[in-house]
Every structure is written in C-alpha cells, then in structure tokens.
C-alpha cells in the first residue's frame, strides 16, 4: 500500500492529498473528516483552527510551476461565492469574496497563482469549514475557540518525553504504540560511558544518564542543548498558565508545571555532565561511534562514549543553568533546586574564565567526528554569545559587578549588535539582551543602544513585507532562509517579530508583530503551497494532513513506526520536522528544483536519498516552535477561588529519629486540586503533594515540630490552612552508626545487585571474627539502605576496610532516598593482597544532608572478589 501511495503522489502529489485524507477516515476508525463532500486540497488554511480575535485568511491556489504544475484549480471569484459553514449542520456563518494576489501573478516561491479569504469576523467559538459554492468543494474542519491549540501545545511538549533517554516509556504516560523499555542502561553505556580517549576504561567511567536524544539520532550534545532549554524556558516566562501539570508524563500531578518538569529531566543530565568533569566545566557529548540507526531505542546495546570538557560546553552549562535559575527561584518547591543551579552557573563561569583566560582564547577542535552525527563544537563568536547570555541572567542572579562589567564591555563586539542584523539565528541570546535594559544598574545608554537597534529591525523578515503583500501565504521569508531546518527558523523569524510586542518596542504597532507572527504559525499548520501541517501524526488531534513520516532512530524506515498511515503504529505525534530544503543534497528528484516552499517530501529514508536533509526533527526546532504556541496561546480563564482547607491532619506512625508519616483529609476546589503543602510553623517544609499523606525522613533528630497542610489549585491560589499537628522526633542517635561489625546491623537493608554475598565470611578478617565477602558480577553493587537515614553533619565520615586478591577500581557512593540520586561516586584504587583503609568525607559523598543508602560499587566491568569489613559512619 505504501510504494502504491508514494508512486501516485509523485506522478499526481495533489491527488495524492486526497487519498491522504481518505486514508484519514480509516485511520481514526470512522470517524468522518469533514462535512463537505468534497475537501480539495488547494484551499490552504490552519488545520488546527484559530483563536476568535486573530487574523484569518486562507489561500485559494491554482498551481502555476513545481511538481504539481498540471494541476488546476479555478476557484468561485464571484460575490460572496466562498462561505464559512459550521461542520456540525452546515450552517452558512459568513459569507465573502476573494481577493486576487498582485492582479493573478504567479508567485515565485510557491509556484502559485492565488486568491486570499479573508474571514476574520468569525469569532464565535465553533468547528467549521471553508466552502467554494461555485466547485462545491471545502475545506478540512477547524477551530474557532480560546484553546484551539491546547491539543497541539500538549503534543508538541510531550515529544520531549519520547526523546528521554534512560527512561522506559510506558502506559500510562505512552500510548501503546510508543512503548519502549529504558535505553542505554547496559554496563558501558550511559551509566558507565566511557571517554572517547580511552574507550572502555573503567577509570574513565562515568553516570551520565537521563537527558534527551538530540534529534533523530540517539546522541546527547551539551551545546546542542543550549538553545533548547533557553527557548523552553522563554515559552515559560511568556505563559506559564497554559503549561499545566496534566500532560500524562511520569511527573504529572506533583504540584510543578510539566514543560518544567521536561526542563529539569534535562538539567539533571547537564548537572551530570558537570560533576562528571570535577572542574566546574561541562562535557561535551554522548554517543556512539558509528552511524547505525537502530528501533526502538532500547534494542541498542552498542556502547556509549563521551567526549571531555570543553569550553563551548562549559559556556552554554553557566547559560542554561543560569537561566533556569531565574525561573524556578520563583517557585517555593523549586528554591533549593534553583540556587543549586546558581552555584553551578557560576562554578561553570569561573571554569570557562580560567580556561580561556579571561574569555581570550577558546576551544573550538574538542569533537574529531569519532562520535556520531553532529559535531559540536562551536566557533568562538558562538561561545562568546553565550558566555553574554550567562552574564546577563548571574547578573540578573546576583547583582556583581563583574557580570555587569561583561556585558557592557563585550555586547556591542557580539552579533547582532555588531553587524546589526537581529535575524533568527541567535533569538535566545536576543531575548536575554532585551531583557537585560530593564535590569537595575544597567547603564542607561546601554539599554537604549540596545532598544533602539532593535526599534530599527522592520525590515528584517519583515513587517515591512508583510505590509506589502509580498507572499500570497502571508508568510514571507526570503529564499535563502529555505535551507536545512527551515522551519526552526521559521518559527524563530515569528519569535523575533514578537520580541518587539513582548518588550513594547515600536508599541504602536504591537498588534501587527502578533499578527505576523500568527501568520507564521499558520504556515507551519498548513497555509503553505504543501498544504502539509508540519507536525507529525496529528490526524487524531484536528490536522486533515499531517508530516506521516519522520527521518528517526525509533521511527525509522522500514519499521512498524514508518508511517502514520500505512505502518501499524506510525511515529508519535507531534514532532516538528525540518522542512523545505531548496538546498538538499540526495538521491531524489522534484526536490532542489522545486519553488523554495514546495522543496520538500515526506519520507524518511537514508543514505543516500538524505531525508534527514528536510524530514528530521530535533529538540532546537521542537523547542522555538513550542516557544511560538506559548506567545499566541491564551492563558485559561482566570481561577481566584482558593480550595478548602485540608482537615483531621494526623501522624499515623511514631516518629524516629528523623521522620514520621503524616495523613489528612482532602481538600475540595471548583476546578481541582493539584497539590498539596507541607509547612513546619510558617516554613515550607514539602511542596508539591499529591496524595492525602506522606512519610518524611529528613527532619532532625530531637527538634519539635508544628506541621499544617495546605492546598493549592491549577491557578495558585492556596487554602487555609489545616488543623495543626505538633510531634517531637526521637533523640538523635549515636556519634557511631555501625552498618557492619561481624553482622550486618539490623536497622540495615541488603539492598545489593550483581553481587554474590556473605556476610559471615571467616577469611581474611581486618577486625573482629567477620568480614563480608563480595563476589562481583561488573558494575555490581554491595548497597546497604537504613530504614529511616542517618543525617549528617559536616564532620560526618564513612570509613571502611577493603580487601582486593586482585588490583580492583572501587566506586563509593550515598543516596538521600532508596531510588534518588546518586552523590559522591568516588573511585578508589584497591591494591592486591592487602586490607585498604578508606575514609570519606561528607563533602567527598555530594554534602548530603542526609545518607539513606550507602553503594560500595565495582568500577569495572570485570567479575571481581571483594571484602569489606567495619563499615560504619561517624559524625
């Protein structure tokens, strides 16, 4: 069916399109596409629908040159002969006459000769379809409504979940079709890669799990990742109302908007990436050493590798975490994180200020191509804008001088100061920079330098051209802009025109920049001479013609994910891909010598048609267009009635040394509760809650407490508070906490995997009749876990004696929680023959606040036989 369909399209592409929309019907198991009896395919329009004030105007074409010049399409030019109907009766809404583009020319970018409809007066909430009375022909189904995109926005989010990496994707928060096991889990891969330089040596070894795949390949890139989280970020800061904690990923429901749950899956990896490097400096990339796609992700057993700290990744770390920081300050659940991500972005600034002596010299060789696909390093005029991109938000942070200093000294040097050109290519370094002139203690003539040159873009992809007519979509870019990855730079031209209504430059014309940026929107969802909505699979969520195929590791040729139509499961839906390339390179005809707009097809195989050229997807597209929806969007209807307060908060178990289990009555909301907050007095203790009780276990030994509960909904207001609950935990416990002394003590767990034990063992023995013996499978572990945790202090130490018949890599580290982090991930160097004495400090282990588990962990993949004996932990 597949060779059959692609065969037609290429001979016939828009007949094509109506057996795309038959295949449609089947596709959602019945369910009719659209009321008219006939769709034709030259009526272009947003698939998705559109907000009730925006601006709407669909393209009526008749093709003029490109692959599909034999058509024709002679649309009713008469007095209101085009109608709005509503889809559910055929009710007749509005009724209107095209407008002709420039007198019937032929529009060189397209290839068509076209008409515009504009019916901006339908603002009625509603589903409808545009009708010709004259062909008796229509349009596809869209929306009128508030949230015409909230199905979209949720969509294009959830994509990020589909590129984790180290997380198995399963139901509930993946549709069956998208199930897969966790990747990259195997000894040598993410959670012991090892150095490109020294490939499978366990010393090299390092945790770098988590983080998202870059794009089609599975490969894990730090400066890759820079514009990605910025951007993300941004789509926060312009409407963190529509980013709800419902979009059915593993962290929804616990109190914290989803986009930055996503966020943070990927700032762990980068915090992973900088503790890997013991300098402040950030690694540079994860990956494989060839070029092999392999689906689903978790069938992939090749090891992995990692290319060292860089200057360029160091940078874009301070950038990212920086800027995170700002955002999640805010937030009372996120406050440690947040200034955890400061000192960090500033560790990582000192490093890169070291290293490249004083931002003098960079480092732009670090990636030879020996870790595919991309290469990442980057050139030092991009590494100098993100060093401006982290001074401005540690200023912003922390108010030093030395940042200010930075900036103010370098920003005119840096595009797009410098050749005054503010196009789409630095967009997230734009925003900071804008952001920056209402910052206190900026200087004035800085701020207004900044403004003003911003004030004097119009012509620049391009209000200007907008206001001339000079695309019949509405849309215009000039044609150097339709390369590789197009449509991220489409979406970014429509950021950059919103940056003047978003920092109220050029205010008068504020509601033209939303408008042209909305216009840019709605060629990306199908007003473009493709008719093609450029996101993946969306059939089941309002696209009549969706990307069907995706150029990706999971979704690849050839297998069940190939198509959304043909294939049995298809790719997720979604995913924004590359788009038209004028400049494509592979084996396929009708592509390069197509008008710029129609350079595209939709397909996804290799070397050497080259797909990856135009129908790849990539977290840094993904993410602008994310950044899009989030300006255009409207936030929900505004909520200001605050939940009930909880009730008959109670301890349900006796308090130990550092914890107690607490239980209360739920709380009840006009819309819904979605989380609940835990206060000691009038401190926050936990945030986010979503059950009607929890256990903690890191209070303090000794101390009183007075707990109450609060509630909180989607829209942040807060309940009274609950009844009061005062409880004393138990006294502290000894100076010394044995966890082995001939025994295993009794409140410790044998937590262990990979690892044959004997805690009875009589030969040899350091002190006492016992010791342990560890017969190691690689990578195993010897874990021990207390039942509640010990909490530290800053003199705490774990100690222990260590027995090695052969020289063996040891690696030590705690957990604060049963399934949390790990923290420390010393590598100790045990000797043959001999009892090693090994003496850790607290701040050795990570400085945890409290040591719940304790791993004394084989660093090598080598079955190996170890004995350990009088472990203990003092304080």
């Known amino acids: 069916m597949k060779d059959k369909l692609e065969r037609k399209s290429a001979a016939f592409p828009m007949v094509a399109q109506t057996v795309v929309f038959m295949l449609a019907s089947v596709a959602l198991q019945g369910v009719t596409l659209a009321a008219p009896t006939t769709i034709t395919p030259y009526i272009k329009y947003d698939q998705f629908g559109y907000l009730p004030n925006m601006r709407k105007v669909a393209t009526i074409v008749d093709p003029q040159a490109g692959v599909n010049a034999a058509e024709s399409f002679s649309p009713g030019i008469g007095a209101n002969q085009y109608e709005v109907r509503r889809w559910s009766d055929n009710v007749v809404i509005y009724k209107g006459t095209l407008s002709s583009w420039r007198n019937g020319a032929t529009h060189q970018q397209s290839g068509d000769r076209g008409w515009q409809f504009d019916f901006s007066s339908v603002k009625t909430p509603g589903s409808y379809y545009i009708f010709d009375k004259l062909n008796n022909v229509g349009s596809g189904r869209f929306e009128v409504s508030n949230n015409a995109y909230g199905d979209v926005l949720k969509q294009a989010v959830r994509t990020f979940f589909y590129q984790r990496l180290n997380m198995a994707k399963l139901a509930p928060y993946a549709d069956t079709k998208w199930i897969d096991a966790s990747a990259y889990d195997r000894a040598g891969q993410d959670r012991s890669a090892t150095s490109r330089w020294a490939k499978g040596n366990a010393a090299s070894a390092r945790d770098l799990s988590g983080g998202w795949m870059d794009a089609g390949d599975t490969n894990k890139y730090t400066t890759f990742a820079q514009s990605a989280v910025l951007q993300l970020l941004d789509a926060y800061r312009a409407n963190p109302a529509i980013f709800g904690d419902n979009f059915n990923i593993p962290e929804s429901g616990n109190g914290l908007s989803d986009l930055l749950d996503e966020i943070k899956w990927e700032l762990d990896f980068l915090k992973r990436m900088q503790n890997a490097s ?42 990212m975490f920086a800027s995170a920081r700002q955002v999640l300050v805010g937030i009372p659940s996120q406050a440690s994180y947040a200034n955890d991500l400061l000192v960090r972005a500033e560790s990582a600034w000192v490093r890169a200020r070291t290293i490249t002596a004083n931002f003098s010299r960079f480092e732009e060789n670090c990636d030879d191509g ?82 003003t040159q911003k004030a004097a873009q119009n012509s620049i992809m391009s209000l200007t051209d907008y206001r001339s007519g000079t695309d019949l979509y509405r849309a215009y870019l000039p044609d150097a802009q339709y390369n590789w990855g197009h449509n991220v730079v489409r979406a970014n031209v429509a950021n950059i025109k919103h940056d003047f209504a978003s920092f109220a430059i050029n205010a008068a014309d504020a509601n033209t920049y939303k408008e042209l940026a909305e216009q840019h929107l709605h060629w990306l969802h199908g007003n473009n001479p493709l008719g093609l909505s450029m996101l993946s699979n969306m059939y089941a969520y309002g696209a009549e013609k969706p990307i069907n195929e995706l150029y990706h590791t999971w979704f690849n040729d050839g297998t069940v994910w190939d198509n959304a139509l043909t294939s049995p499961n298809g790719p997720a839906p979604g995913y924004l891909v590359g788009g038209p390339n004028k400049s494509y390179s592979g084996a396929l005809s009708n592509i390069s010598n197509q008008p710029p707009q129609k350079a595209y097809r939709d397909w996804n195989t290799g070397y050497p048609e080259n797909a990856w050229e135009l129908s790849e997807p990539a977290i840094y597209y993904q993410a602008a267009y994310v950044q899009l929806l989030a300006r255009l969007m409207l936030p929900p209807a505004f ?237």
Request: aromatic share 8%; charged share 15%; proline share 4%.
């Open 278 to 319: 013991g300098t402040g400096g950030l690694f540079l990339k994860v990956g494989v050493d060839d070029y092999n796609d392999i689906s689903p992700p978790s069938a992939d057993t090749r090891l992995r590798y990692y290319l060292p700290e860089c200057t360029s990744a160091t940078l874009a770390g301070s950038a």
């Open 639 to 875: 909520d200001t009635q605050a939940p009930t307060a909880p009730t008959s908060l109670i301890a349900t178990s006796t308090p130990t040394t550092t914890g107690v289990a607490l239980g209360w009555g739920a709380a009840t909301d006009n819309v819904r509760v979605v989380a609940y907050d835990l206060y000691n007095n009038s401190n926050l203790l936990v945030a986010g809650l979503t059950a009607t009780s929890t256990t903690l276990n890191t209070l303090t030994c000794g101390t009183a407490y007075t707990f109450t509960i609060r509630a909180r909904d989607a829209a942040g207001n807060i309940s009274a508070d609950s009844n009061s609950l005062k409880i004393n935990t138990a006294a502290c416990l000894p100076k010394t906490v044995t966890l082995y002394d001939d025994v295993l003590s009794s409140v410790w767990q044998d937590w262990s995997w990979d690892v044959t034990r004997n805690f009875a063992n009589t030969s040899p023995v350091k002190v006492g009749s016992r010791s342990i013996r560890a017969a190691f499978s690689g990578w195993g572990g010897l874990s021990l876990s207390h039942n509640s945790g010990i909490t530290t202090t800053s003199n705490t130490k774990l100690t222990f004696w260590a027995y090695a018949p052969v020289a063996t890599t040891l690696r030590v580290n705690i957990q604060t929680q049963d399934s949390g982090v790990e923290m420390g991930n010393v590598n100790i160097q045990l000797p043959a023959n001999q009892w090693t004495a090994v003496t850790l400090t607290r701040a050795q282990l990570g400085n945890p606040l409290l040591i719940k588990r304790v791993n004394l962990q084989l660093g090598e993949a080598q079955a190996k036989i170890v004995y350990f004996d009088q472990i203990i932990i003092t304080q």
């Open 370 to 451: 020996d870790i595919k696909a991309g290469d990442a390093d980057v050139d030092q005029a991009g590494q100098r804008q993100s060093a401006l991109i982290a001074a401005i938000y540690l200023y912003q942070a922390t108010g030093k001088a030395e940042y200010r200093t930075f900036i103010e000294s370098r920003y005119s040097s840096l595009e797009p100061v410098s050749n005054n050109w503010w196009g789409p290519y630095n967009q997230p370094l734009q925003e900071a920079l804008l952001r920056y002139t209402s910052m206190s203690g900026v200087s004035s003539s800085v701020a207004s330098t900044i403004r």
